[in-house]
């Protein structure tokens, strides 16, 4: 290895299903994304932090990397590079920044997955200029990227949960609770309610989106469920935070055609007072985080 | 009049029943708050100017003041100190600031009611110390002050209508919409539907909180249901913003003891994974508003 500064700057978005990384060229663009299976890991990440080891060292193609940015789902404590909570992978307190630091041997940033494509989108993307923006990537989960006077929102982590906010329907969510956004409206609850209702396996949303556009009733229901909750939900960031732009992401969000103008409309029919947002589709679609991680890094040594 | 700089700092806090007002001693602290009853108010707002300028020449005792804080409710926007919307008040786009700057001869600021009551409370109160905290006050309306990063946050006057955001019930709200959390939590709405469920006219929660302490069955349901509502709204808060610390102001708030446990219980309940807030009861009172209008006073002379 050469010297610390020698070597590239390297992102890597840690996701439920695969790693995507990428190196920072000279111009502060990212490289194509590199894509590797996420191993299974125990509460230690120790198999993860082997992989992460692994792909960072083959993108520096044997330099010290100058930086590394990580972006990893779940609860992360940003100011401290802990993963607190990752329910995908297993993690509990894992003290990532620190331990992928002394193997790699340079500085390290730790970012959540979802708050480093907003900050992305946010520099680059669909959130550009905006004083106060939000990031909706509505994919496997749910969460959102809170821009708030133009700084990301954190809260030590818990910011942006609004997977998990009530939406007043019965059905039961992966995190324990009963009527969470993410059951019935993210893109993975689309496809798995669509299942459900007709007995026919699809692949995804979009394989339902493109029900929908023939007319499939059960797929029309499906979608209008989700529809409603996802409207339902940016009420709430509306009257709470009113950001002038949403930028919806994800799985669901390749499906722009049935999403952003309905979604408008049905927002706008909850709104009295309020200011509504303009709603967009997110522009870095599943780069956003591996770019968001490119930033993080490059802050360690602007 | 003398030159500008010789008189008081004054502080003026515009309700919809009553204003209130004070001078800043030396020490930067609130005088006894003067009360006067608002006039009625035609769209100019001209019947309020007329008062606000009588009330802050009576306090300043004749000298020109060094500066004045005035806030009011509904929609405002800071920056520019206009009033964009005030339901109670009759005003739409009041140029607010400019307007009293130009009768008062001295530097005035505007800001809204709660935001500087939340201001106040993360000064000298209940928020004294948190990064990240809400002042609620719910009295005859909800709204919040979100204090994030240690900033009050007002995306242009738009931020804090947790008052007006669905909790899934069926009652129509003043603002037009139906479900809002102030049509059934707000302290006039505990009064209300206390009134309605009875036929006992009461003046106000605190009438409704004895009889809850009586076992009135008509109470205790009314104030189940407040609590049930504003355990929801603040699912949302904490979903969302993760504050440390949650600060119950307004005639709800007087009733600490029949509030903050059962709403932490409450919230509690609706939680998985989320981080809740410490809930507590708010510290200035109804004096929060007008310390909050003095400290953007001060700053506009410091």
Redesign the interface.
Same mark, same amino acid.
């Not at 000279?26 to 894509?35: E, F, K, N, Y």
């Not at 969460?143 to 949960?161: N, Q, S, T």
């Not at 009733?217 to 509306?238: Q, R």
């Not at 009257?239 to 979604?263: H, M, N, T, W, Y």
């Given at each position: 290895m050469t010297g610390s500064g020698a070597g590239p700057v390297v992102a890597v978005d840690v996701g439920g299903t695969s790693i995507k990384a990428g190196v920072l060229g000279a111009s502060g663009r990212l490289s194509d994304v590199d894509r590797t299976a996420t191993p299974a890991a125990g509460s230690d990440g120790a198999a993860v932090l082997d992989a992460v080891e692994a792909i960072v060292r083959r993108l520096a193609g044997g330099a010290r990397p100058a930086a590394v940015g990580v972006v990893v789902p779940g $609860?992360v404590d940003d100011a401290t590079g802990v993963a607190v909570?990752a329910e995908n992978l297993g993690w509990a307190d894992v003290p990532l920044r620190d331990l992928l630091a002394k193997r790699l041997g340079c500085p390290v940033a730790v970012g959540h997955d979802v708050r480093a494509g907003g900050l992305a989108e946010h520099r680059a993307g669909a959130l550009r200029g905006a004083s106060?923006g939000v990031f909706l990537p509505v994919g496997t989960g749910i969460a &959102?990227a809170?821009i708030?006077?133009g700084?990301v929102?954190a &809260?030590?982590g818990? &910011? =942006?949960? $609004?997977g998990?906010?009530?939406v007043?329907h019965d059905l039961p969510?992966a995190? =324990? =609770?009963r009527g969470c956004l993410e059951a019935i409206a993210s893109a993975a609850a689309v496809a798995r309610r669509y299942a459900a209702a007709t007995g026919t396996t699809v692949a995804g949303s979009r394989d339902v989106a493109d029900l929908v556009r023939r007319g499939d009733p059960a797929a029309v229901a499906v979608w209008d469920d989700a529809l409603d909750a996802l409207a339902?939900g940016l009420?709430?960031?509306t =009257?709470?935070? &009113?950001?002038s732009v949403v930028a919806i992401g994800g799985g669901l969000g390749e499906s722009a055609d049935l999403v952003l103008r309905p979604l408008a409309g049905r927002l706008a029919a909850?709104?009295?007072?309020?200011?509504p947002p303009r709603i967009v589709a997110a522009e870095l679609g599943d780069r956003a985080g591996c770019v968001g991680a490119g930033l993080l890094a490059r802050e360690l040594v602007a």
């Amino acid at each position: 290895m050469t010297g610390s500064g020698a070597g590239p700057v390297v992102a890597v978005d840690v996701g439920g299903t695969s790693i995507k990384a990428g190196v920072l060229g000279a111009s502060g663009r990212l490289s194509d994304v590199d894509r590797t299976a996420t191993p299974a890991a125990g509460s230690d990440g120790a198999a993860v932090l082997d992989a992460v080891e692994a792909i960072v060292r083959r993108l520096a193609g044997g330099a010290r990397p100058a930086a590394v940015g990580v972006v990893v789902p779940g $609860i992360v404590d940003d100011a401290t590079g802990v993963a607190v909570h990752a329910e995908n992978l297993g993690w509990a307190d894992v003290p990532l920044r620190d331990l992928l630091a002394k193997r790699l041997g340079c500085p390290v940033a730790v970012g959540h997955d979802v708050r480093a494509g907003g900050l992305a989108e946010h520099r680059a993307g669909a959130l550009r200029g905006a004083s106060d923006g939000v990031f909706l990537p509505v994919g496997t989960g749910i969460a &959102a990227a809170l821009i708030l006077d133009g700084r990301v929102y954190a &809260a030590d982590g818990y &910011a =942006g949960e $609004i997977g998990h906010v009530s939406v007043g329907h019965d059905l039961p969510c992966a995190c =324990g =609770g009963r009527g969470c956004l993410e059951a019935i409206a993210s893109a993975a609850a689309v496809a798995r309610r669509y299942a459900a209702a007709t007995g026919t396996t699809v692949a995804g949303s979009r394989d339902v989106a493109d029900l929908v556009r023939r007319g499939d009733p059960a797929a029309v229901a499906v979608w209008d469920d989700a529809l409603d909750a996802l409207a339902y939900g940016l009420s709430m960031l509306t =009257g709470l935070l &009113a950001p002038s732009v949403v930028a919806i992401g994800g799985g669901l969000g390749e499906s722009a055609d049935l999403v952003l103008r309905p979604l408008a409309g049905r927002l706008a029919a909850r709104l009295t007072f309020q200011r509504p947002p303009r709603i967009v589709a997110a522009e870095l679609g599943d780069r956003a985080g591996c770019v968001g991680a490119g930033l993080l890094a490059r802050e360690l040594v602007a």
